[in-house]
Structure formats: C-alpha cells, structure tokens
C-alpha cells in the first residue's frame, strides 16, 4: 500500500504507555478495584474429587452465617444453553452447575453469595459437599491407550516422509516432553455483573470484551444487545482469560439475587479453573543429507484434553512453516483425562511445538557437524513449505545473521562440554521461532470534534501489553494529526466487533480498522469548514477487505542466542544472556514491542528451568498450585537480556504490523536446552531442565 504520510510519524517512535501513570499510581481500576453501589461478593466451591457425583451439599448452616445471602449451585443455577463456545464451538468446560457430575478436582460446585468477600469465603469454605467417588485417571502419556486422532486436527504435510526417511543418510529420532504449564497473570480474574435498565452490565478481566459478550449471551440464551462487557485494564492474559468461571457465576448470582456482585479468584483457584498449557510428548524425526539438507520432517504430538471439552495443543503448527523439507508430515493426538480444560497459553502449540523441532534440529547439526546457524539458512524455504503460498514477508535469514553477529556466535567452537570457569560449565545455544501474523476482522470508529479532539472507538483489548497507545499512534499518522490529539476508547463490547487479543493478532487487526475509518473520516472532512457539536464521525469494518486478500503464509520471525552456565554437581542453571532477533513487520512502538518481546523470552526461559504444574495421581490435584510451588522467572534468572529487530513490513496488511506478543517464546526453550548441551554434552529432551535432570 503507499504511505501517504507528509508529517513526521509517531508510529516508529517510543512512547510510554497513556495509562502508565494511572498505573503506577494506582489509580487504573481493575475489575476486582471498581467501586460498585450495594456490591455482593462471591465466593468460588471448587471440587475435591478428581471423578463421580455430588450427592449432597449441606447450603443450610451455610445460609445461617453471617452476611450470606445465598449459594448458587447445581440445584439452584440458571439452565444454560449447551452449544455455547468460543467460534461457535459447544464447550463444556462453561457448563458450570448444571448437573452433579464432577469431571475433575477444582471444578466450580457451588458460589456462596455474602455482603463482603471474607463473609463469602467463610461460606464457601464451610460449605460441606458430599460425594460418591469414581475411578479416576489424571495420568497422560503418548501412549495412553485411549490416546485418538481428533477430527480438528488431521494429518497435515506433503511429500512421502517414510521413503524420505528410509533413504536419508542421516536421521534424527527423537522423544521430547513438556509439562503441564499454568498462566499465572500477575492480575488474579474477577468480573462483575449487574442488572440495570433490562442490560446485564459486566466489569470483566479479559482478552475482548466483543467475544466475552457474544458467548456469554449465547450461554445464557440473551437477546442481541442486552449484554454489555467491559475490561478497561487488563493485567496480563496469555491466553487464559476469555469467558471465565468468575463471570459465569457473577451472571448467575446477580440473576438469581438481583443486585451486583463480584467473584474474584484467589491464587490458588486462577490454578485451577483458568486452563493451562497441557502436558506434551512428542516424537521428531529429521531426515536429512549429509550436508544437513533436510529430505524429512516428521512430527508425531500427543497432548491431554479433558473429558467435557477437546482442546488441542496444535504443535505442529511450527514444522509445518519452518524449513524446506521434501516431506514433512504432522499427526496430532489427544487423551481425555480426569483433569481440568487446558486452554491457550502464549504461543499455543509453538511454544512446545518448537521446542521439539529445534532441540532435533541442533541435534541435526550435531550428527551432521554442520553449525546450528548454518543449518538453518541451508533450510530456509521460499514458499510456505507445506502451504506452497507465498509469505507475506519473511525475514528470518536477517534475524539469523544479525543474531549471529551480534552474539559473536562466529567464534563458537562446536564441541560440547569442554567449557569450564571453575565450578561451572559454560555454553551457547540456538534457534529460532515464528507465530502466525495478519489481521483479522474488526470495526472501528473515529470522531472528529469542534475542539479538535479525534476519539478513536474500537473493541480492542489492552491486557498491559501497549494496545492502547499503539492504536494512538496508528491513529495520528493515519489523521496526519500529533498523538495528543487523540484519544482512545477501547474494551467495550457495546463499541462494536474486534479481534480479541489473541494470537497476536491484536495490533495488526485493529490497526487497519482504524487506518480505514480514518481514511472515512478524513473523506468525509473534505470541504467541511465546521464541525458540528455532535462531531463528525467516520467507521470502518475490515470484514470484506480480508476476506479479499489473496492466500500467504504470514507469520513473525525470530532467531534467539543464550549463553548458560551449568554446575554438573548441583544440576544448577544459570542462563548468562539471551538475544532475540525478531521480524516482527513494522514496529509501531519501539518501547511497548521491546517489552512484549522481553516478556515472551522470559516467559521461555521460565518454560526452560522452572515451570512444571505436578499432579498427584490418588487424589488428581496440583500439589504446587501457587506461586509458592510453581516456579516462574524473577528478574534474578535474567541478568542480560536484549530483544531487538530487523526491519520487516508486511505488504498484505495496511500498517504493515505483525505480531509481537508470542513469537518471543517460540524457540527460546529450545535455545536454553541446546546451550545445556553444549555446556554439558547431555541433551535435555524434558522440560523443565530441572536440577535432577542435569546433575551426573
Ligand atoms: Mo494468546 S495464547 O492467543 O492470548
């Protein structure tokens, strides 16, 4: 598209976020902080069997004590309508309190209803629940024999990868593992719901307020536009806060009570009810010349879902865009187990995906004596490698290369552990990540007021990574207008259809609506000398301009370079520096993109040495279900860490931004694993790379 841009930009240019000083202050109000007249509190029942049957709840000494009000269960609860989900899709992991069957341990049975939040959580916890106990199994494995192929997920790739294998001189066979992964939002979920005028009014902590809105109505069977959701400040989603258990259960209590009340989750119940990251096993097989060409990549993935809903953890997603292979195949599995819903967590599917695919890949190099840089730009494809469409744009050959060049991976000398300063054993590690980019469809609004004030109004989600004032900048080049002429209203489903934030999508998404309506509104400005007190507005719905664009690979780019040290006598890992090198398309915010890309790299780090949900198989539970026992990076694990990028724009969407939220931890655990490696010669195939894992 041409840039018809005269003034200097601010899209490029770093600008803190408009919120940021209400943050720091304290003043931004999160769901569980806004002030609400005659406000009731929930508390959350959750299950303490892992399979059978409520046969009782004891709700009568529970309504006798001090400020409850009621208790919301499964004898009592709105009926909902079965075929609710996201995308359409019925899921039964929203089905809360409608019948006695217990699936898993943590699942809601009941919401004990008081004047204040301690009133409602000496209820919940007094509340005795009986039940009749079933055998249960919690324990995943590939080779579950009740393990399927689901129907979502065929057979994906091209070519014939066990001739391609059979005749490879050099194969790589592998098993790679990872755990259960929990999100862990720095901002626990709540949400508020309240009748008002014949409207269901929502303060929520979510990904888009738009989608929770719609599924939520479809849930409860409400007509068009009687729900209006809202989530002004988010504090971190990853994936796990969509339509949640505390907002269901908020409906159905300020339904059955009529007046306003509000569940928010403790800790230890954000474990519990708000998804995970599923537990993998995944097995790798490269074959490939003896220059490293790739002639195979086959990637068999199994995951665990649960038995109310079938989620899918899509790891191969990677394989199927990575390298140039002759043959590539990807066949996904899953396992219904007595366990909770997994979900979306940053960078589903890629995130273990490619941890797999790039530990083989390095040891490709090994066998292959080929340099783990090398082996990449050997494989780089030209076109989608099982899609054969064009990319949008790709740019991975500059990360590599810059990367290299600024890690001085040149002087590396391959062989694995020969590295010592003193107790420790040093080593550097590799590779390189993608996630899906493009746009998807959204509406947008921008009026122009008498005061020169231009407010841009769109469904957008800001859940603290920058969206905000991104969608600012985009705005003022877009109106040839300074930033501090526009202001932004956003997380409101009554502003209309918008991408969620998800699959970081968020920005490219939104950006181009909001480019669109103010080429509307600026069409509409001509030859106006005044503007009206109501303003002038103009809109845009990106709808048919998508659904018009012609058939590419679009993704985002990254290479990633760690430098560990490893003590063999306590299996210590300390990572010394990371750089990530991303493509990401155009930055829009230098300041905002460099954080998400941090985030992302710590995220992987964590992935790589701490983060482990343990279940106990007797009684089906996490036994470290908080912050206390699931460990996640602290500022301590990364003394050294840089993001940064290459230039990279992509042409099929105006803006020409990607996404920056969830390449950065695509790869990066994979990058820690080999560097163990390289510092130790043991290959780490099991994450996380724990202490027990490492000491020999
Ligand atoms: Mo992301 S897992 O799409 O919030």
Redo the contacts with the bound molecule.
């Keep these: 598209m041409t840039e018809s841009i005269t003034r200097p930009g601010a899209v490029g240019t770093s600008h803190v976020r408009l919120e940021g000083l209400e943050k720091v202050t304290g003043a931004a109000k999160y769901a569980a902080d806004v002030p609400i007249d005659g406000l009731a509190h929930g508390w959350l029942v959750l299950s303490t069997i892992a399979r059978g049957r409520i046969t009782s709840l004891d709700t009568e000494s529970v309504l006798a004590m001090p400020g409850v009000l009621g208790v919301v269960h499964h004898g009592n609860a709105p009926r909902l309508n079965p075929d609710a989900g996201i995308f359409g899709v019925g899921d039964g992991t929203l089905q809360l309190l409608q019948d006695d069957r217990v699936p898993h341990v943590g699942r809601p049975v009941a919401l004990v209803v008081a004047k204040s939040i301690e009133q409602a959580r000496a209820g919940a916890e007094a509340l005795v629940v009986t039940y009749a106990e079933e055998p249960h199994d919690v324990e995943f494995s590939a080779s579950h024999p009740d393990a399927y192929s689901p129907a979502s997920a065929p057979e994906s790739g091209k070519g014939d990868v066990d001739a391609e294998l059979a005749v490879a001189p050099v194969v790589v066979d592998q098993r790679y593992s990872t755990p259960e992964e929990h999100h862990t939002a720095m901002e626990p979920h709540a949400a508020m719901a309240r009748w008002e005028d014949g409207r269901l009014e929502v303060v929520d902590a979510n990904?888009g307020s738009y989608l929770v809105s719609q599924v939520l109505a479809s849930l409860f069977r409400f007509e068009p536009g009687v729900v209006r959701v809202r989530a002004e400040h988010v504090g971190g989603?990853?994936?796990s806060k969509a339509l949640g258990p505390q907002l269901i259960l908020a409906v159905m209590a300020a339904t059955l009570f009529d007046r306003p009340v509000r569940v928010t989750l403790s800790r230890r119940q954000v474990f519990s009810v708000t998804g995970m990251r599923p537990a993998t096993s995944q097995r790798i097989r490269l074959g490939a010349d003896s220059t490293g060409r790739l002639r195979a990549i086959d990637h068999e993935t199994a995951s665990h879902t649960s038995t109310i809903h079938e989620y899918i953890e899509r790891n191969g997603e990677v394989t199927n865009a990575l390298y140039a292979a002759d043959a590539i195949r990807v066949r996904t599995s899953v396992v219904k187990v007595d366990l909770p819903t997994p979900t979306?967590?940053?960078?589903?599917g890629c995130a273990p995906g490619s941890f797999a695919v790039e530990s083989a890949m390095d040891e490709l190099a090994e066998a292959t004596g080929v340099d783990p840089v090398e082996l990449r730009l050997r494989n780089e494809p030209q076109v989608g490698p099982v899609s054969g469409f064009p990319f949008s744009s790709r740019n991975l050959v500059a990360c590599l290369k810059e990367g290299a060049r600024r890690f001085g991976w040149a002087d590396r000398d391959p062989r694995p552990g020969v590295r010592r300063e003193g107790r420790w054993l040093t080593g550097t590690g590799m590779a390189v990540g993608i996630y899906g980019a493009g746009a998807l469809p959204s509406t947008a609004a921008i009026t122009a007021s008498p005061d020169g004030v231009f407010t841009v109004a769109i469904g957008a989600a800001d859940i603290g990574t920058g969206a905000r004032t991104a969608l600012a900048l985009v705005a003022a080049d877009a109106l040839e207008v300074s930033p501090s002429a526009v202001r932004m209203k956003i997380a409101d489903s009554d502003l209309g259809q918008a991408w969620f934030?998800?699959?970081?999508r968020g920005t490219a998404s939104w950006s181009w609506a909001v480019i669109a309506a103010a080429t509307d509104l600026r069409e509409k400005l001509v030859g106006v000398h005044e503007i009206p007190a109501e303003g002038i507005t103009g809109r845009a719905d990106t709808a048919a301009a998508i659904g018009a664009l012609a058939k590419q690979d679009r993704y985002s780019h990254g290479a990633q370079f760690v430098e560990v040290a490893v003590d063999p006598s306590t299996g210590e890992v300390r990572v010394r520096r990371m750089l990530g090198i991303f493509a990401a398309g155009r930055i829009i915010n230098p300041l905002t993109t460099r954080s998400q890309l941090v985030g992302g790299m710590t995220m992987g780090l964590s992935m790589a040495l701490h983060e482990e949900g343990l279940r106990d198989k007797e009684f089906g539970g996490l036994v470290n279900g908080d912050l206390a026992g699931y460990h996640v990076a602290s500022h301590a694990d990364v003394p050294d860490i840089e993001a940064d990028w290459v230039e990279d724009h992509d042409p099929s969407v105006p803006g020409g931004a990607k996404g920056v939220?969830?390449v950065g931890i695509v790869g990066t655990a994979a990058a820690v694993a080999n560097a163990v490696w390289h510092a130790t010669g043991v290959r780490q195939r099991s994450l996380p790379i724990r202490l027990d894992r490492v000491m020999v």
């Design positions: 990904q989603g990853f994936g979306w967590m940053r960078a589903p934030a998800g699959g970081s939220g969830e």
